[in-house]
């Protein structure tokens, strides 16, 4: 069993930065590939980034690439999201998941995911 926990949301203006945090219990983790998702309010949870489980193979949605940045430093059982440029529809509530399936290329496909966290808000203004 794995347990996440997000972290480092909060208010920020147009064109900030923030980097959010995922950590994570259980010996395994380190071979789960990764991924965040959000969700903004009256909408669905749509997919924002993946990491594979060594740390190379990435994978985007469009409307984050160039901006955010997934990442993971396994020792420490840690996943972050650096985000830069921030824009007011940015504004979601962030979830990190884990997929233990350790495939080649991670998915951007919730259902593959078997373990989320709380979530954590991020508040973009203008």
Do not use: H
């Amino acid at each position: 069993q794995v347990q996440l926990v997000e972290s480092g949301g909060g208010l920020v203006q147009a064109g900030g930065s923030l980097r959010l945090s995922c950590a994570a219990s259980g010996r395994t983790f380190s071979s789960y590939n990764v991924g965040w998702f959000r969700q903004a309010p009256g909408k669905e949870r749509e997919f924002v980034a993946a990491l594979g489980w060594r740390g190379i193979s990435t994978y985007y949605a469009d409307s984050v690439k160039g901006r955010f940045t997934i990442s993971r430093d396994n020792p420490k059982n840690t996943v972050y999201l650096q985000m830069n440029s921030l824009k007011p529809e940015d504004t979601a509530v962030y979830y990190c998941a884990a997929d233990r399936r350790a495939t080649r290329y991670p998915s951007g496909a919730s259902r593959e995911y078997d373990y989320w966290g709380q979530g954590t808000q991020v508040t973009v203004s203008l």
